[in-house]
């Protein structure tokens, strides 16, 4: 499984026969290297996309066309990309579906969802959420946009992810050391890799915090484009 960085909270993950790609922002995302944009989508089977906000969702109607792959979200935006002209497949919280072998849960985050970018009308556009990807072994906890809430405690127990992929960034999410506390009161992490940080200056520059806060655990500071292999 190779897990890789796209800047913010973009991702994209290689795992069973599927490669997802997580919230992909490039246009106008200072941390995505300009011109490997077909290198970071290459082979790309399906998009996942948390909130329809425009520093996670603004590319994923261009690259879904571009490719001819569906994003997968929740069932309002799924509506309205489908409405553009692309496959989707829309659920919701408590839903799972399989992708190319790889189970993928929509779960619970506490943001706000709408479309806030151009290309799209504005508004509301379902609610924000997080995913349990399952595959080769192990639970992966895309927390999306979100603060400390109750549910990571049954989400936890439930699925008992081994990895979190956690937006710790301050300001518009949990910060660093608000995430060493979800994870070391809801979950049993093994490795841990922060995202929505250093991409603007209000931002958390550094995963210092978080890394002081979760003695034990393999926190992993990524870099865009350089694959993590778990």
């Given at each position: 499984m190779r897990i890789t960085w796209l800047g913010h909270s973009g991702f994209r993950i290689e795992i069973e026969k599927a490669a997802l790609l997580i919230d992909?922002?490039?246009t106008g995302n200072p941390l995505f290297p300009a011109g490997?944009?077909?290198?970071?989508?290459?082979g790309a089977t399906h998009?996942?996309?948390?909130?329809?906000h425009g520093d996670h969702a603004a590319n994923a109607?261009?690259?879904?066309?571009?490719?001819?792959?569906?994003?997968?979200?929740?069932?309002?935006l799924s509506d309205i990309f489908a409405g553009e002209g692309v496959e989707t497949i829309g659920f919701g919280k408590g839903g799972t579906v399989d992708l190319a072998g790889t189970?993928?849960?929509?779960?619970?985050?506490?943001?706000?969802?709408?479309?806030?970018?151009?290309?799209l009308?504005?508004?509301?556009?379902?609610?924000?959420?997080?995913?349990?990807?399952?595959?080769?072994g192990h639970m992966i906890y895309v927390s999306g946009d979100t603060t400390i809430m109750a549910d990571m405690g049954w989400m936890g127990e439930y699925y008992h992810p081994d990895i979190g992929i956690l937006a710790a960034g301050g300001h518009y999410?949990?910060?660093?050391k608000m995430a060493a506390w979800a994870a070391k009161k809801y979950f049993d992490f093994k490795t841990?890799?922060?995202?929505?940080?250093?991409?603007?200056?209000?931002?958390a520059q550094s995963a210092d915090d978080l890394k002081a806060g979760l003695p034990g655990v393999n926190v992993v500071e990524p870099e865009v484009m350089q694959a993590i292999v778990v």
């Open positions: 992909p922002w490039f490997r944009e077909r290198e970071a989508t290459s998009i996942l996309v948390t909130h329809g109607l261009a690259i879904a066309k571009e490719k001819g792959i569906p994003i997968a979200c929740i069932h309002e189970k993928v849960s929509m779960v619970n985050a506490c943001h706000s969802a709408s479309i806030d970018y151009r290309g009308p504005f508004g509301v556009a379902g609610s924000e959420a997080g995913f349990m990807i399952a595959g080769e999410t949990m910060d660093m841990v890799i922060p995202c929505h940080y250093r991409t603007f200056p209000i931002l």
